[in-house]
């Protein structure tokens, strides 16, 4: 089992940029980190991705903007949001994958106005 805990959300305006941190614990050995949102009224969606080998994809919307990176020890990873836009507005929940299923955290709120 792996817990895991978000921090680094806020209010920040348009253009901005915030740095989400996910902090896993556990015994298990974490091969994949995923970051999803979920904004009112609308269902989760996935954002970006990294595979142990340091592999990272991202959805159309965040490409260019946002960096999904991992820590050197290997259960941490981070998020790296730059130009945020108003839409980019939404709860973000980390997701970690092991050999035995995916563990989610509690998310972090992401609040993109003026």
């Known amino acids: 089992q792996v817990q895991l805990v978000e921090s680094g959300g806020g209010l920040v305006q348009p253009g901005g940029s915030l740095r989400l941190s996910c902090s896993a614990s556990?015994?298990?050995?974490?091969?994949?980190f995923k970051w999803y949102r979920q904004a009112p009224g609308k269902q989760r969606e996935w954002v970006a991705g990294?595979?142990?080998?340091?592999?990272?994809k991202y959805a159309d919307s965040v490409k260019g903007r946002f960096t999904i990176s991992r820590g050197k020890v290997g259960n941490t990873a981070s998020l790296q949001m730059n130009n945020l836009k108003p839409e980019d507005t939404a709860v973000y929940f980390c997701?970690?994958?092991?050999?035995?299923?995916?563990?989610w955290g509690q998310g972090t709120q992401v609040t993109v106005s003026s």
């Open positions: 556990g015994s298990l050995p974490i091969n994949t």
């Open positions: 997701n970690a994958g092991t050999a035995w299923g995916e563990s």
């Open positions: 990294i595979i142990s080998g340091g592999n990272t």
